[in-house]
């Protein structure tokens, strides 16, 4: 099932002691890797021995049953030996509970899920991240054909994506395949609201855990925010951490932070006024900075009818997104077009316009496997910038990147090409090569003989 060629090669680069120090890091992690893969398969197998024949809930019991029982696993409750969770525990030092779920979830794969399946045991997939997707479908009690249809969306972007990408791939499957029950399950969790309070450590100081709308979350984020820098202002001289802390404390007393906020009740203000509406439009009017929430819908229907992009959250059905911008005034942006006439500027400074257009084309900080949002990355010249030459500053020339990619790339030796808009090769100093684009990264670095 596996080829065996892999364990001899990756032995040989651990072994060599004339190898790069990298090359054997790149050989430790694919051993790793495959090693998890194997173990996957052996348990599968052991499953299949045990009495699941590896496909449903029928089977063969070929153990005398007297004094044995068997047990229900994964999402189709196939049957099989209750020994083999306790046998797979003791053999890997974990509890019985872990075992279970282990066996569990590679049942599920093999069955439910034969692209990611295939992924694990050619190496792209780690176990780890494909049980979590296993276990992610299960919440939602999917029939298997539905599992399928979602896994045929996830698969191809194995080893290209990483997890926190893939996992928002693997939500908006979800939702095109079954969008009904994406929005039950939306409802669901809408009611679970709560806030909690826990002692910490320090007595003097407490934990506060909620859960809000997004829509709150985004403008008690901004208000915080805003209360610090106003604390800030008046010549608090502690961390930003440190006062935003203390804002959220402030907000305790409402008295207090409209004060902060420049809203008095000589202003005009009754704080015996029933209506809240007066003060919150005053606070709105004066105080509060403008929030932002950058929703993107598809034009075309075909792919992604029921959902919306959010940026920094993920797809949510389109049903949601009133919940999601509750009352504020919306401001639509013009649609962009990636693929057309790209607009130039001969100056080094970026217009708003070409920032946009490379925010939108690429999504994602193009620095391998990187899950940032582009939009709070620098853009950088992917050929530096050189006084005199003329178009220079164009979106197949930019890409969002971080201060620290930007640095390796500038002083660490790393080469960056862009040879077509949104396409970008990276070479390290090590010489490990990646290709990174609308699929995601792609590995093309190959390992010496």
């Known amino acids: 099932m596996f080829d065996e060629n892999v364990f001899v090669e990756t032995g040989l680069t651990l072994a060599d002691p004339n190898m790069?120090?990298?090359?054997?890091?790149?050989?430790?992690?694919?051993?790793?890797?495959?090693?998890?893969?194997?173990?996957?398969?052996?348990?599968?197998?052991?499953?299949?021995?045990?009495?699941?024949?590896?496909?449903?809930?029928?089977?063969?019991?070929?153990?005398?049953?007297?004094?044995?029982c068997w047990v229900r696993v994964g999402a189709d409750g196939v049957l099989l030996d209750e020994a083999l969770p306790l046998e797979i525990a003791v053999a890997k030092h974990i509890s019985v509970t872990a075992a279970t779920g282990l066996v569990k979830d590679i049942v599920d794969l093999s069955t439910r899920h034969p692209g990611t399946w295939k992924a694990v045991k050619a190496g792209q997939a780690p176990v780890w991240q494909a049980r979590r997707v296993a276990q992610t479908l299960n919440r939602y009690e999917f029939t298997r054909d539905q599992a399928v249809s979602v896994d045929k969306q996830v698969a191809p972007l194995w080893g290209r994506y990483p997890y926190r990408r893939l996992n928002r791939v693997l939500q908006a499957a979800i939702m095109t395949v079954t969008p009904d029950v994406a929005?039950?399950?939306?409802?669901?969790?809408?009611?679970?609201?709560?806030?909690?309070?826990?002692q910490g450590d320090d007595p003097a100081c407490s934990y506060i855990c909620a859960r809000l709308d997004t829509a709150d979350a985004v403008f008690l984020d901004a208000t915080v925010d805003r209360l610090a820098d106003l604390l800030g202002a008046q010549g608090d001289t502690r961390g930003k951490d440190h006062r935003r802390a203390s804002a959220l404390g402030v907000l305790a007393t409402p008295a207090l932070a409209l004060s902060i906020l420049g809203v008095h009740t000589r202003r005009g203000l009754n704080p015996d006024d029933p209506d809240p509406a007066p003060i919150t439009r005053r606070i709105a009017e004066?105080?509060?900075?403008?929030?932002?929430?950058?929703?993107?819908?598809?034009?075309?229907?075909?792919?992604?009818?029921?959902?919306?992009?959010?940026?920094?959250?993920?797809?949510?059905?389109?049903?949601?997104?009133?919940?999601?911008?509750?009352?504020?005034?919306?401001?639509?942006?013009?649609?962009?077009?990636?693929?057309?006439?790209?607009?130039?500027?001969?100056?080094?400074?970026?217009?708003?316009?070409?920032?946009?257009?490379?925010?939108?084309?690429?999504?994602?900080?193009?620095?391998?496997?990187?899950?940032?949002?582009?939009?709070?990355?620098?853009?950088?010249?992917?050929?530096?910038?050189?006084?005199?030459?003329t178009g220079q500053t164009r979106p197949s020339n930019l890409g969002p990147l971080s201060r620290r990619a930007h640095r390796v790339k500038t002083h660490c030796g790393w080469q960056l090409q862009q040879p077509q808009p949104g396409i970008f090769k990276w070479v390290t100093e090590q010489g490990q090569t990646f290709t990174v684009g609308p699929n995601g990264t792609i590995d093309t670095t190959h390992s010496p003989p």
């Open 20 to 68: 790069s120090g990298i090359m054997k890091l790149r050989a430790a992690i694919q051993l790793q890797t495959i090693g998890a893969a194997v173990e996957a398969q052996i348990i599968a197998d052991m499953a299949v021995a045990s009495g699941w024949d590896g496909e449903d809930d029928s089977f063969t019991y070929n153990l005398d049953p007297a004094g044995r």
């Open 286 to 389: 004066t105080a509060l900075p403008t929030c932002q929430v950058f929703v993107h819908l598809y034009a075309d229907q075909t792919g992604f009818g029921p959902i919306a992009r959010v940026e920094d959250r993920g797809p949510v059905l389109k049903t949601q997104l009133a919940r999601l911008v509750g009352h504020s005034r919306i401001r639509l942006a013009p649609v962009i077009h990636v693929g057309s006439p790209e607009p130039c500027v001969d100056a080094y400074e970026i217009p708003d316009k070409i920032r946009e257009h490379v925010t939108q084309r690429d999504i994602y900080e193009v620095f391998p496997y990187s899950a940032r949002n582009a939009r709070r990355q620098d853009m950088d010249h992917t050929i530096p910038f050189r006084d005199g030459q």
């Open 183 to 198: 929005a039950q399950q939306a409802a669901r969790l809408a009611e679970d609201r709560f806030v909690h309070r826990d």
